[in-house]
């Protein structure tokens, strides 16, 4: 996928930079996610705006209700079942993601009845986290310009840079977990069935395990961050979203000489992702 993910950053990024100012999250940030990954899982061009909705709903619902949480909901009854539709066998295009994993149900790995709950997972988990992730990655490089310097010199290290941006800055700052059985952890007792909520956010800046672990550096080697989770709760999808984030920010690196914010960054009030939702920009050209 490497190759048609790079040349649609490209033209993308093109489009973007001919205009000098753009908002970085509705203009990029959203944009090309929601134009490649569909794309890859199989699914048609038809009301991929509700991708948007659905992903928002998803990671929204992960606290306490509030009213940004409420406004979604309010558009469940049209998107939910229009999801529903899009992860059937029939509406999916044949060698897809979203395709093999029906093919894994002919062949007995899953149930019939899992497949389609698989291939909404790919959307659930890999759209709105990937969103939020390149999102970050424009804020933290267009915070620290010498950071971009760097990496407009060198644009290979646009995937670097985003991973230090789940490092630094993490889209999803914490998962929640049930614990199913009682168990103990640094001497605390936890009971069977308990609600666990694990900071990635604070381990991925730990003084014990990173050094300068609040300076963003594009340089440093950053494996062993738990942006995309671990061991067998890691991301399956995480190349792909590593893949996107690199082509977005290469593709900026090998125009872009610099960029600044050029008006007031706006978060989502969601309670299960740190994303922007407005990131206006200026960029000079290489």
Known sequence: MEDAFKAKAAALVDDLVEKGAF?????????????VFPDALGID????????????????GMGPENDYFRSLMAHAPKVLPWVAAKCLRQALAPGSFGAQVYEAADTGEITEEEAPLLVRSFLSAGLDTTISAIGMALYSLARHPQQWAILAANPSLARAAFDETLRYDTAAPYVFRTTP?????????IGKNEKVLLLIASANRDDARWERADQFDITRRVAGHIGFGTGIHGCVGQMVAR???????????????????????????SSGLRALSSLPVRVVTQ
Do not use: C, K, Q, W
């Not at 908002?23 to 134009?35: G, K």
């Not at 059985?181 to 007792?189: L, S």
């Not at 893949?243 to 009030?269: C, K, N, Q, T």
């Open 23 to 35: 908002d970085a999250i509705r203009d990029l940030a959203e944009v090309f996610p929601l134009t």
């Open 45 to 60: 061009n038809e009301g991929r705006e509700n991708f948007l909705t659905y992903g928002a709903m998803v990671f929204a």
């Open 181 to 189: 059985h009682e168990t103990e952890v640094a001497g605390v007792p």
């Open 243 to 269: 893949l996107e984030g690199e082509a977005v920010l290469a593709a900026l690196a090998e125009r872009v000489a610099s960029i600044e914010i050029a008006g007031e960054p706006l978060y989502r009030d």
